[in-house]
């Protein structure tokens, strides 16, 4: 399972659906969560539901509620219903495991793996045991909800050890983690710039909140014409040894190097396939 991006669409605008599916992330989720007022819940989801039953997009899906809400609940009984076949579906503020337990007992497994999103500190303190369930192939950091949660600032730094402890817990499950969304929807630059520092603590997808962000969301994930042909170099380095130790330009080459090299040119064959 290989995603670089993923696009949020307001469940009350069906007028975007379409738009949000043709601007080029590899994934799409229609929120009926924060992007829907609640005097608006009822009336998105119908309308959600029915542009999902037609659409021939295989790429988008829905956020709901949360879990322990009456919309949210209203959400899952709608997603059992339906039995649409998704590619996932985003669970918000996933507090522990039990949370996606209950979940997986009321949503039919057509309806596809779960994206869960680690706001909270219980989340962040349970995200091992929450990206341990077969069902969750998907994780995302919530900055935003978890910076409101403990009362902190948005800078970088400050959630370096949520970003940190999120990847460690997600590479032991093999899900997929994303970014949280870069919220200046107008300054793509820094979009571009925190995307390559995600990427550099190990967080290869990011989610996005404009169209205008996936261009520079797929720019800082992608690997350099240079990383390209250093991973090769040392590829062939390494093989040239027989799997012994072996240096290249004044560097100690060994199995967890050549992995990394490894990875960046699969990174490389994956981003040709989307």
């Not at 669970?91 to 209950?102: A, E």
């Not at 969304?181 to 793509?188: E, G």
Request: proline content about 4%; hydrophobic content about 40%.
């Amino acid at each position: 399972m290989y995603y670089r991006s993923q696009l949020f669409v307001p469940g009350n605008r069906s007028d975007r659906f379409e738009k949000a599916c043709n601007a080029g992330a590899d994934l799409v989720c229609i929120d009926l969560e924060d992007a829907v007022g609640p005097a608006a819940k009822d009336s998105a989801r119908n309308d959600v539901f029915s542009w999902l039953k037609e659409t021939q997009h295989t790429h988008v899906s829905l956020r709901i509620n949360p879990v322990d809400t009456e919309t949210g609940q209203k959400d899952i009984t709608a997603l059992s219903e339906a039995n649409l076949n998704l590619p996932f579906v985003m669970v918000p503020k996933v507090g522990s495991l039990q949370d996606i337990v209950d979940l997986d007992n009321k949503i039919p497994a057509v309806s596809g793996p779960f994206f869960a999103i680690i706001e909270s500190a219980k989340g962040l303190v349970n995200c091992s045991d929450i990206f341990s369930h077969a069902r969750v192939k998907l994780g995302m950091y919530g900055a935003v909800d978890y910076a409101s949660d403990v009362n902190c600032d948005l800078q970088w730094s400050t959630h370096l050890y949520g970003r940190s402890k999120l990847v460690a817990s997600a590479n032991a499950h093999d899900v997929l983690l994303f970014d949280t969304p870069h919220i200046d929807v107008h300054n793509l630059e820094d979009c571009e710039a925190s995307t390559r520092k995600a990427k550099s603590v190990g967080i290869l997808a990011r989610s996005a909140i404009h169209p205008a962000q996936i261009d520079s969301i797929h720019r800082a994930l992608e690997s350099s014409d240079t990383e390209i042909s250093y991973a090769k170099r040392v590829i062939e380095a390494f093989e040239a040894s027989h799997g012994n130790v072996v240096l290249l330009d004044g560097k100690f080459i060994e199995e967890p190097v050549v992995k990394k090299a490894r990875r960046v040119l699969q990174f490389r064959q994956d981003e040709s396939r989307i």
